[in-house]
């Protein structure tokens, strides 16, 4: 993978600035932290994969998922909220890449039987929410896979030197033709405003049978 990056010490930067009242379109819905961990937020449902010695989709352990109950009806995006697993952890700056990293494709909506589709994902989290999660996280279960070929990452805002507990993602795909798509990225905090902006190029790489086994684009959901 490569990815595009030009490091500078955002908090000694001194130029322009202009403030363009973008926001997100549509907004996320809203969202009770407090009444997520509990699984009782009305629009969003809690998605935890706890790390096991052996785990092949380990990274997932790293972040605690908020995914919207019901999927975008746009079958070309993917958001959620997301945090540090580790109560004691919070983002910051250097950490945006992994939050970034942290997508299912959006070309997975388009199968309506994929385990992996946004409202298959939301589903299966309100099932565990109930049932409590099975012994052996599923793996990657599609019969196709997803390369990252680059990843260009703008922060437009530092984030606090302590850090920030939850932060908002929304993935969308413009278009996927001979095998790849385009992904763009916007990052947004709790209080509305826009952290960073990244623009990906990503593969699909079919493969033969079911998929069966395959730990997949880096052990996503």
């Excluded at 079958?75 to 970034?100: D, F, N």
């Excluded at 196709?144 to 990452?153: D, S, V």
């Excluded at 606090?160 to 939850?166: A, D, F, R, T």
């Amino acid at each position: 993978m490569l990815t595009n990056n030009s490091n500078t010490n955002r908090s000694k930067t001194k130029g322009l600035s202009i403030a363009t009242g973008y926001t997100p379109n549509p907004a996320p819905a809203p969202i009770d932290f407090a009444a997520l961990l509990i699984n009782q937020d009305p629009n969003y449902i809690r998605y935890q994969v706890p790390w096991r010695p052996g785990i092949k989709n380990a990274a997932l352990t790293n972040a605690s998922f908020a995914l919207p109950r019901t999927a975008p009806t746009d079958k070309a995006v993917r958001e959620q909220w997301l945090s540090p697993a580790l109560p004691s952890e919070k983002w910051t700056t250097p950490m945006l890449g992994l939050v970034i990293d942290h997508c299912v494709p959006p070309p997975e909506n388009f199968f309506p039987d994929s385990p992996h589709s946004a409202q298959a994902t939301a589903d299966r989290s309100v099932l565990w929410a109930k049932e409590g999660p099975p012994a052996v996280h599923p793996e990657w279960a599609a019969p196709r896979f997803y390369p990252t070929i680059n990843m260009g990452i703008e922060v437009k805002k530092n984030l606090p030197e302590g850090g920030v507990k939850w932060l908002f993602t929304r993935f969308r795909m413009k278009g996927l033709r001979d095998g790849r798509f385009d992904l763009g990225c916007e990052v947004w905090d709790e209080e509305g405003e826009l952290v960073a902006v990244s623009s990906q190029v990503w593969m699909v790489v079919e493969v033969k049978g079911k998929g069966k086994g395959k730990t997949g684009p880096s052990g996503k959901l």
